[in-house]
């Protein structure tokens, strides 16, 4: 069973920047697409980021695009997402997520394992 662990949330003020990590373990990391999502109070889970089982492709939400980047570590079994620019609207539980086709879509429901999520909040 694969498990996601995510670190690096808390508090920041906007404009200022946060990295967050995503550390598996239990599966073949090196073969799985793996993604951002965010989801805020009263909203819907939403896609922030992903990147394809080698690193070799990324896609980015617009929203982010510009502020935030994913990266990964296949060594480490370790997947980013740094944050710069933060705004308020970033605010949200962070999840990271993994699928198995190696190439990660947008659709949260297209993934196989989820971690429990790290609350990032931005003040004004």
């Known amino acids: 069973q694969v498990q996601l662990v995510e670190s690096g949330g808390g508090l920041v003020q906007a404009g200022g920047s946060l990295r967050l990590s995503c550390a598996a373990s239990?599966?073949?990391?090196?073969?799985?697409?793996m993604g951002w999502f965010r989801q805020a109070p009263g909203k819907e889970r939403e896609f922030v980021a992903a990147?394809?089982?080698?690193?070799?492709?990324?896609w980015l939400a617009a929203s982010v695009k510009g502020r935030f980047t994913i990266s990964r570590d296949n060594a480490k079994n370790t997947v980013y997402l740094q944050m710069n620019s933060l705004k308020l609207e970033d605010t949200a539980v962070y999840y990271c997520?993994?699928?198995?086709?190696?190439?990660?879509?947008?659709?949260?429901?297209?993934?196989?394992?989820w971690g429990q999520g790290t609350q990032v909040t931005v003040s004004s």
């Open positions: 990147i394809s089982w080698s690193g070799g492709n990324a």
């Open positions: 239990g599966g073949t990391f090196g073969s799985y697409g």
């Open positions: 997520a993994a699928e198995r086709s190696g190439v990660p879509s947008t659709g949260p429901r297209e993934y196989d394992y």
